[in-house]
């Protein structure tokens, strides 16, 4: 009855992406079958880190992260987990051969947020490659299903895409980051004094990253590339939103894109790639 056991924890990292992200879900929803638990699983995993450092404030966070990180080691090792979260992890690590240094970086990053509030270029650089364009890397892991060549050529644009998806949330989350967490992860900007200038700036870097990656979304194997299109269009659209937005009303309110638009923008993907043949 393993099976039972397995098809069990995957459907629970797919809940928790359904309850979580509503773009991340129509994304995934728009890849290949054979992608599905595999990006749910990867998701359960990154959503789950993110909760403890991010949530669980009444709690020994450090305690938290420390058990969560070994337990996820002990899982990839053991090739199971009774907790549902971590034994779907495992079994994508292990299935699509998704490296230790990935991981690694990504719970340094998760760490980095439990003690770091002000980030330099160097430390920012770390903290949006663990946390953010190493996720892109899984990803591109399972879509590439054992092509080390196309993982290769790929790679870059993943990373860039990783990139300007966590950049744009910081931009998005920044009332919650700067004013409920005092967190500052943007270097050498003053948000108690958040210019247009200074947005501009950001801007302009979270454009280049969306430019770069563009290609390699294209390229995907034509399974993924719908779905991670549509995640692109997705933050492409809130990004141009933000843009709109004066400086200090960023500070004000978290942007968001309305569930209908995301709706529209999931049929219009859908309509673009079925009769472009893409």
Known sequence: MIELFNRTALECSKL?????????TLGIKTLD??????????????????E???????YDQKYLLEKFKKDTYEAIADGISLNPILHSFQWV????????????????SMEMDLYVNKYTDNSY?????GS??????????????????MFDR???PARKLGAAFQKVNFLRDLKDDYIDRGRVYFPGVNFSEFTKDAKRLIEKDIQQDFDEAYAGILNLPRGARMGVHLAYTYYQTLFNKIKQIPASRIQ???????DMKKIALLAQTYVRFRWSGQ
């Open 154 to 156: 790929l790679k870059e």
């Open 93 to 108: 690590v292990r299935e699509y051969r998704i490296e230790r240094e990935l991981i690694d970086a990504f719970l340094k």
């Open 252 to 258: 004000e309110e978290r942007i968001r894109v309305p």
């Open 33 to 50: 079958r054979k992608f599905h638990f595999p990006i749910y699983a990867v998701y359960g995993f990154v959503r789950y880190a993110d």
């Open 16 to 24: 928790i992406t359904e309850h979580y992200s509503t773009s991340f």
């Open 52 to 58: 403890i450092v991010d949530t669980f404030y009444n």
């Open 132 to 149: 953010a364009e190493v996720v892109g890397l899984m990803c591109l892991r399972v879509f590439c299903e054992g092509d080390l060549a």
């Open 125 to 129: 650089q770390e903290y949006i490659y």
